[in-house]
């Protein structure tokens, strides 16, 4: 896991194509951080390909123990991007898995261990495409607001993405980023280990939820849907227990932010 | 009359994790804990270059030992026996207890006085000995608080975090004839101490650890904070160390390095108060040190994770703890939850090999992956990647399970859940009618969603995919 390797990244220079990778989550249940995060890749001049065939990663399958699984569904995903552009991941976590565990996943078939690698090498995580990539600097047209900003493990810890997430965020000129204890923290979510060790997750989130309360920020922000609807879902729940009607704690994707708050539109 | 007793590791684990998450005092007493060992050890690694450095290093004397290890432990054996300290081997836990019994008994020991060893937890060294009819007693502070309160150590380096110094007081005042209940540490210490420091003196034998055995020059080098360690190993006559076998370095100049990454990423020290290198027996005319030093050498599955290419890893460790301090389970459920001797990331990937990978495959699916562990370890041990090697293992068929237990963790109904997941995601036409369905189906989709909505509110599916409003846009 490379916190090194990834400050140690080469970039490319500003490409006019790539293709966009939206992941299983995004597809199914938060179509419209997709969607922004098309919106802003074209509002920088750049045609975005979205092959259909894309589905998951594989991840779930890969960190549960079942690789025999996980590599049929990485398979299909493999012969999604024959044009050799960037492919761009709006979630630190399937983009570690496409970028350091795909040449893991296929390392005993020599064949298919070359397309994974040549592909794993021009993955990129939205926000480090944002930043190093594009330069991203648009005009904050937001009201003035508080955020706390939560990157996933995966994103900090094998893409170094907090860093960019963050970057992206001090652009802004009228949000105010406060920070959470326990940052570099988990959230708990851990794909299948919610379901397989539920109140070890319920602890862990819990504290979470209530680090990212007491800064008193409006919303928190990610580049990972995964962690957002495990916090978001958490803080909901304690909500509805109080019979608190709107979400004390709500969530946004780190792509939505950045297009509504760039674009005029109010979050 | 014979009893049936029922073993399910997954259901004792399940049960014990969830009395821990349960228990507010000791979640209290770990949170404060690790906060506090994570903020010493950032303290020693300001620099974060130099740190890089320095595991690189760590990492590299590692792998070297490991690489070589058969020829090094011969040469450790040739050259402690040439300084005069008799070499044993170990296969099993029950051996190393019973070469050691054999030495207490020739010698005629009615007790062991031991300094903090891992590994003489990981063998049941105590149980073996009481069986025998010799009293090991512990030495150390947190071993001593947890054998007074008949526990087992819940951390590798700090035996009682799990306690606090209320509970530790009420102990002390419980067990320790004459003695006030008092919250005072500084007392409290005090108070051990001079129960400790009595027993030294008629101590027939002295048990220790070792963290680095130096092939090169025979010398066992023994890290420590309280004196004991050198009690132990100096006033009785006769000295036993025992130690695993990937325990070994091959040279002097390489236990600096180690040294340092050990107590700055353990307890955030830059140095501990002793270290002591053990090299011979007393010698003729020296007016102390034991006129007998024994090394036991313990295999107890090790050689299982050092056939392995992947799982050789595990044996860099030089058991710092720092895994345990940053790993977001441990600080929840503490080391007791784990069930092993080793508890938390080390504990899930070490155990498989001296227990069987049946008895521990739990603890191996007991992480979110989210690679703290990886990022602090000083060895640089991918402790992510073996603990999904190990989950794999863990489910595999009969044709691919390589190690011992391989395959216990695995369930007919969850191998077709993952073989119906993987059909839907790697068949597009799948694919696109199931998730087509469930968008449209999103005011259908349950409220109740099994573990997932005990703590949080229901996943509502869009009702539009992303590929639906990216085709609805472009046509």
Redesign the interface.
Same mark, same amino acid.
């Given at each position: 896991?490379g916190?090194?390797s990834a400050r140690d990244r080469a970039y490319p220079p500003k490409p006019g194509d790539v293709y966009l990778y939206?992941t299983?989550l !995004?597809?199914?249940?938060? %179509?419209?951080a @997709?969607?922004d995060t098309?919106n802003l890749l074209e509002r920088e001049g750049i045609r975005v390909h979205?092959p259909? @065939?894309q589905?998951?990663c =594989?991840q %779930?399958?890969? $960190?549960? =123990?079942? %690789?025999?699984?996980?590599r049929? /569904?990485a398979?299909?995903q493999l012969s999604l991007f024959s044009q050799p552009w960037p492919v761009i991941v709006p979630s630190g976590s399937c983009a570690a898995m496409m970028h350091h565990h795909y040449p893991?996943l296929f390392a005993s078939d020599q064949a298919l261990l070359a397309r994974a690698t040549e592909l794993a090498a021009r993955v990129f995580e939205l926000t480090e495409f944002l930043v190093h990539v594009i330069n991203f600097k648009q005009p904050d047209r937001g009201s003035a607001c508080t955020v706390a900003l939560h990157t996933s493990?995966?994103a900090r810890?094998?893409m170094g993405s907090h860093e960019t997430s963050a970057a992206l965020l001090s652009t802004l000129d009228n949000v105010d980023v406060v920070v959470q204890d326990r940052i &570099? &923290?988990?959230c @708990?979510? =851990? @794909?299948t280990?919610? !379901?397989?060790? %539920? &109140?070890?997750?319920?602890? !862990? /989130?819990?504290d979470k939820v209530a680090s990212l309360r007491a800064t008193g920020a409006e919303r928190v922000v990610s580049a990972d849907c995964g962690c957002l609807? $495990?916090i978001t =879902?958490?803080a909901?729940?304690q909500d509805?227990l109080a019979g608190i009607a709107p979400p004390t704690l709500p969530g946004e994707h780190i792509a939505s932010f950045l297009w509504k708050r760039t674009s005029g539109i109010p979050s | 009359m014979s009893q049936i007793i029922h073993f399910d590791p997954d259901q004792d684990f399940k049960a014990r994790s969830r009395t821990a998450v349960n228990d507010p005092a000791q979640r209290a007493n770990f949170r404060g804990a690790m906060d506090f060992l994570q903020a010493k050890r950032r303290g020693q690694f300001g620099d974060q270059d130099e740190l890089a450095g320095l595991r690189a290093i760590g990492a590299a004397i590692r792998q070297n030992s490991l690489a070589k290890l058969p020829e090094l432990l011969e040469l450790l054996e040739k050259n402690l026996t040439a300084n005069g300290i008799q070499v044993h081997w170990a296969e099993t836990a029950a051996d190393a207890n019973a070469i050691a019994l054999g030495i207490a008994r020739r010698v005629g020991a009615r007790n062991i006085a031991k300094g903090k060893s891992m590994v003489s937890e990981e063998i049941g060294f105590n149980h073996a000995m009481a069986d025998a009819g010799i009293d090991a007693f512990e030495t150390d502070m947190g071993e001593y608080i947890v054998e007074l309160a008949g526990e087992k150590p819940s951390h590798i380096i700090m035996p009682a975090i799990h306690k606090t110094k209320q509970q530790i007081a009420a102990l002390f005042a419980e067990k320790i004839p004459g003695v006030a209940y008092t919250e005072d540490v500084d007392a409290l210490i005090r108070i051990g101490r001079q129960v400790l420091r009595g027993k030294f003196a008629g101590a027939d034998v002295g048990l220790s650890g070792v963290n680095f055995a130096v092939a090169e020059t025979g010398t066992l080098c023994l890290v420590e904070n309280e004196g004991n360690g050198r009690m132990c190993t100096t006033v009785p006559d006769v000295h036993i160390a025992v130690t695993g076998i990937e325990k070994v370095v091959e040279k002097l100049e390489h236990v600096p390095p180690l040294y340092s990454l050990l107590t700055r990423s353990a307890t955030g020290q830059s140095i501990t108060t002793y270290f002591n290198m053990i090299s011979r027996p007393r010698q003729e005319g020296e007016k102390d040190g034991p006129r007998e030093v024994h090394l036991i050498l313990i295999d107890n599955g090790r050689s299982q994770a050092h056939a392995d290419e992947q799982l050789r890893a595990t044996l860099q460790c030089i058991r710092c703890g720092a895994c345990m301090n940053h790993c977001p389970v441990y600080a929840r459920i503490g080391g007791h939850a784990y069930g092993t001797t080793y508890p938390g990331p080390i504990g899930a990937i070490v155990s498989p090999h001296m227990l069987g990978l049946n008895a521990t495959y739990p603890l191996a699916f007991a992480s979110t992956l989210c690679g703290a562990c990886v990022e602090v370890c000083p060895v640089k041990i991918p402790i992510t990647d073996i603990l999904i090697r190990l989950r794999n293992e863990a489910q595999a068929g009969e044709e691919q399970a390589s190690l011992r237990g391989s395959g216990a963790g695995r369930s007919a109904l969850a191998t077709a859940i993952w073989k119906g997941w993987s059909l839907i995601y790697s068949r597009l036409g799948i694919y696109r009618l199931t998730s087509w369905f469930i968008s449209r189906g999103h005011k259908l989709s349950p409220v109740s969603q099994g573990a997932w909505t005990k703590c949080r509110t229901a996943l509502k599916p869009a009702p539009k995919r992303l590929r639906d409003l990216i085709r609805e846009r472009r046509s």
């Open positions: 896991m916190q090194e939206s299983c !995004i597809d199914q249940f938060s %179509p419209e @997709g969607l098309l979205f259909d @065939g589905t998951c =594989g %779930p399958a890969y $960190n549960s =123990g079942y %690789p025999d699984e996980a049929a /569904v398979l299909q893991k493990c995966h810890r094998e &570099e &923290e988990c @708990g979510f =851990g @794909g280990f919610a !379901i397989r060790y %539920p &109140e070890i997750s319920e602890a !862990i /989130v819990s609807f $495990n =879902g958490r909901a729940k509805e | -």
